[in-house]
Nanobody, 127 residues
Framework: QVQLVESGGGLVQPGGSLRLSCAAS????????MGWYRQTPGKERELVAV???????NYADSVKGRFTISRDNAKKTVHLQMNSLKPADTAVYYC?????????????????????WGQGTQVIVSS
């Protein structure tokens, strides 16, 4: 199974910066889009930023100009550089990726599409 592991969350003062990273592992053939979502208590998970395999990016309006998403296809990683952080950015941030993986069976091996989530990393912006 494909696993995503996030790192880089923490506590930062308003106006500060953090860099989140996410590494994918498993029997991955290809990864299409990779993205970051965030969620606060009582609210639905929302898209923060996404990047396609062709490096096309899309951002939530609330983070445009402050956050930058990037990926390293060879290392199967995605990063989120967050600058000029605001208290409203406080949330648990989740990494997401979709693509194709190999599933090894007793007789045959199959290519299966996947969409996986990381376990989440907490970001707190507070003075």
């Amino acid at each position: 199974q494909v696993q995503l592991v996030e790192s880089g969350g923490g506590l930062v003062q308003p106006g500060g910066s953090l860099r989140l990273s996410c590494a994918a592992s498993g029997s991955i053939i290809k990864i299409n889009a990779m993205g970051w979502y965030r969620q606060t208590p009582g609210k639905e998970r929302e898209l923060v930023a996404v990047i396609t395999s062709g490096d096309i990016t899309n951002y939530a309006d609330s983070v445009k100009g402050r956050f930058t998403i990037s990926r390293d296809n060879a290392k199967k990683t995605v990063h989120l550089q967050m600058n000029s952080l605001k208290p409203a950015d406080t949330a648990v941030y989740y990494c997401n990726a979709d693509g194709t993986q190999l599933i090894f069976g007793p007789i045959e091996t199959n290519e299966v599409d996947f969409r996986s989530w990381g376990q989440g990393t907490q970001v707190i912006v507070s003075s």
